[in-house]
């Protein structure tokens, strides 16, 4: 049962153009979702995060826009970068059991 | 500031050996947790801690899989006897509350033979 799940297992950008990650969730109990951002041989590194009370969060090149009557989120990068290619997971929580719950990732690869 | 530091990077043996892997926590984290990331389940939650008590293990695939923390600077997965399938590479976090940002070691990867 994938609570979170990143239907595109892989996406490819030219550099300066937008990349937009996707995540879709099943539980409308979520409090909270992050994203997590993953080089290889390296543990996830946590980029940016929304509460459910918001729409949008901004930060930088990075902006998560949350929709929870589609529940959907997305985040944006904009521009890409070179050292953007990664592989991103949405996370989300319920503060009632305190447990994470991860996406299986998007493969994100920014094209010189 | 030194991160969440786990070792061994990597380990490989044979089938039926206990493995014992290692985390050290960032100072001033309540929250600890073990994750086992493969392709085909992703990164799964195995067991956390809150100020070194366990608090959820629901996640731990079977008896074989135990959790330690002794103390706050430091917890222990083990797998005893060790199987093929247990191949992954296991993660490691901390965070300062239950909701906060976790912090992720680098991992380690574990290959059963």
């Known amino acids: 049962d994938q609570q979170v799940k990143q239907n595109s297992p892989s996406l490819s950008v030219q550099e300066g153009r937008i990349s937009i990650l996707n995540c879709d969730y099943t539980?409308?109990?979520?409090?909270?979702f992050l994203w997590y951002k993953k080089y290889p041989a390296e543990g996830p590194t946590f980029l940016i995060s929304?509460?459910?009370?918001?729409d949008k969060n901004e930060d930088g090149r990075f902006t998560v826009f949350l929709n929870k009557s589609a529940k959907h989120l997305s985040l944006h990068i904009v521009p890409s970068q070179p050292g953007d290619s990664a592989v991103y997971f949405c996370a989300a929580i319920n503060f009632g059991n305190e447990k994470l719950t991860f996406g299986t990732g998007t493969r994100l690869t920014i094209i010189p | 500031d030194a991160g969440v530091i786990q070792s061994p990077r990597h380990e490989v043996t044979e089938m039926g050996q206990e493995v014992t892997l290692r985390c050290k926590p960032i100072?001033?984290?309540?929250?600890l947790f073990w994750y086992r990331q493969t392709m085909m389940r992703g990164l799964e939650l195995l067991i956390y801690f809150n100020n070194n008590v366990p608090i959820d293990d629901s996640g731990m695939p079977e008896d074989r899989f135990s959790a330690k923390m002794p103390n706050a600077s430091f917890s222990t997965l083990k797998i005893q006897p060790s199987e093929p399938r247990d191949s992954a590479v296991y993660f490691c976090a901390s965070s300062a509350t239950s909701a906060g940002p976790q912090h992720f070691g680098d991992g380690t990867r574990l290959s059963i033979l």
């Open positions: 929304i509460s459910s009370i918001k």
């Open positions: 100072s001033g984290h309540d929250y």
């Open positions: 539980n409308s109990m979520f409090d909270y």
